[in-house]
Nanobody, 120 residues
């Protein structure tokens, strides 16, 4: 079993910052990529940012220049530094990890989510 545990969510005023963390534990193996997704009330889950094992990053246009994703490979942890937060960033943020077995099969794991609320 693999567990992803997020932390760092909360309430912040517009223009403020938060830092999310997500640690993978359990039967962790060959993490190909980790990332953050979010789901606002009444909307579909959307990609926020991802980072590969090689360090390549990808961001949603809506967060580019404001959010930064990073990872500590040794700790199986991914971070999301969120600056200049806007009310539209309000959502539940989910951590994701994609792991690849020796046989080449990929497995998707999700955390339970952490709430980010931005007041105007």
């Amino acid at each position: 079993q693999v567990q992803l545990v997020e932390s760092g969510g909360g309430l912040v005023q517009a223009g403020g910052s938060l830092r999310l963390s997500c640690a993978a534990s359990g039967s962790v193996f060959n993490i190909n990529a980790m990332g953050w997704y979010r789901q606002a009330l009444g909307k579909q889950r959307e990609l926020v940012a991802t980072i590969t094992s090689g360090g390549s990053t990808n961001y949603a246009d809506s967060v580019l220049g404001r959010f930064t994703i990073s990872r500590d490979t040794a700790k199986n942890t991914v971070y999301l530094q969120m600056n200049s937060l806007k009310p539209e960033d309000r959502a539940v943020y989910y951590c994701n990890a994609v792991m690849k077995s020796i046989a080449g099969d990929e497995y998707d794991y999700w955390g339970r989510g952490t709430q980010v609320t931005v007041s105007s």
